[in-house]
């Protein structure tokens, strides 16, 4: 196929030859951008190794013609990525975000309400009065924090129904769904002073940090620039339908039982709101059960008056939560 005069005279230096993959064809590219496609890869080897002895390269052919390697790499690849998820990528995210500046957050978070608004929110049906009512209560349980730039918005939460969720700029959004489930402002209080401890401790940076690892572990994986363009695309969806981890949960926690007895706040107040959460839950189950048994289907406003609650499904051992914090309360 090749002559020994012509493969003399290519610039050595400035090709690129292909891996071997099994039987797959190679490629030998030049400097021009010009390329020699072959199927021959016993041809293509001996002119790698004659031509580019002093190139080191991983050699995929001979780790995949390994069969006691490939082995060891099936038990072991699994356990790998296990760690990565669940220990590697969680610590490397919360050490990046506890050292980037509180600006960084700022340009993180850009654009995210506004995608939340396009594809998840409407408009607050909250009166003026109230939600000015709240952001008052919302400004005094702030204070203290001056490195964060905290602002509250309210917004009907539509299809995600009753929730609360912090962005890593300082915003924190409440959905009216879960404003109007209770007429106690302290136990919204309680739920702000926990959405606050989100902010504080990085937590909303954190996952943001980790989706970029996920996304650039998925592209050395499978080189999908489409999927990885939609995912950016979607962010903000996912931020919301990812849930904390209970570490986090807990650390959040932890701020608004602190915050609540500082400020003389009865730890209770979180308890009950959580409480209430649980009932309707269980409410919307059962109710959801009879009208399957009936056979009846909800018609859209009545499917609006039970959309409740991913709140729960986002916020990990419900009930352990509740105990600590009337646990607090008694003493």
Do not use: C
């Not at 991983?58 to 296990?82: A, D, G, Q």
């Not at 995210?112 to 919302?138: H, N, V």
């Not at 954190?206 to 990885?228: A, V």
Request: zero cysteines; proline letters at 3%.
């Amino acid at each position: 196929m090749f002559e020994d005069n012509l493969i003399d005279k290519m610039p050595v230096r400035e090709t690129k030859i292909s891996p071997r993959i099994g039987n797959s064809s190679r490629y030998i590219y030049f400097s021009d951008d010009s390329y020699i496609e072959s199927n021959d890869n016993d041809i293509i080897d001996i002119i790698e190794q004659k031509f580019q002895e002093n190139k080191r390269r991983f050699n995929v052919h001979r780790w995949e013609s390994n069969k006691k390697l490939i082995f060891v790499l099936f038990f072991i690849t699994p356990i790998f990525i296990y760690i990565l998820l669940q220990f590697a990528i969680p610590a490397s995210s919360r050490h990046i975000a506890n050292m980037l500046p509180a600006e960084f957050s700022s340009v993180m978070a850009d654009g995210m309400l506004e995608q939340m608004d396009k594809y998840l929110f409407s408009a607050s049906e909250l009166s003026e009065e109230r939600q000015e009512s709240l952001r008052k209560q919302f400004l005094v349980l702030t204070r203290g924090n001056e490195a964060f730039q905290f602002k509250l918005y309210f917004r009907k939460g539509e299809a995600i129904g009753a929730n609360a969720m912090a962005l890593p700029d300082g915003s924190i959004i409440f959905t009216d769904e879960l404003i109007t489930m209770t007429n106690e402002d302290k136990e919204i209080q309680a739920v702000m002073l926990h959405e606050i401890g989100h902010i504080v401790h990085r937590h909303s940076l954190r996952k943001i940090i980790e989706t970029g690892f996920l996304m650039s572990l998925y592209l050395w994986l499978t080189e999908d620039l489409e999927s990885i363009n939609a995912w950016i695309t979607t962010l903000p969806v996912l931020f919301i339908q990812t849930s904390y981890s209970r570490e986090i949960e807990t650390e959040a926690d932890s701020y608004a039982l602190d915050q609540m007895l500082a400020r003389n706040i009865s730890p209770k107040y979180f308890a009950d709101f959580f409480i209430k959460i649980k009932q309707k839950r269980h409410e919307y189950e059962k109710h959801s059960e009879s009208n399957n048994q009936d056979s009846n289907v909800q018609d859209s406003k009545e499917q609006d008056e039970w959309k409740i609650l991913d709140y729960l499904s986002t916020h990990p051992g419900l009930n352990e939560r509740i105990q600590r914090f009337q646990d607090a309360a008694r003493y």
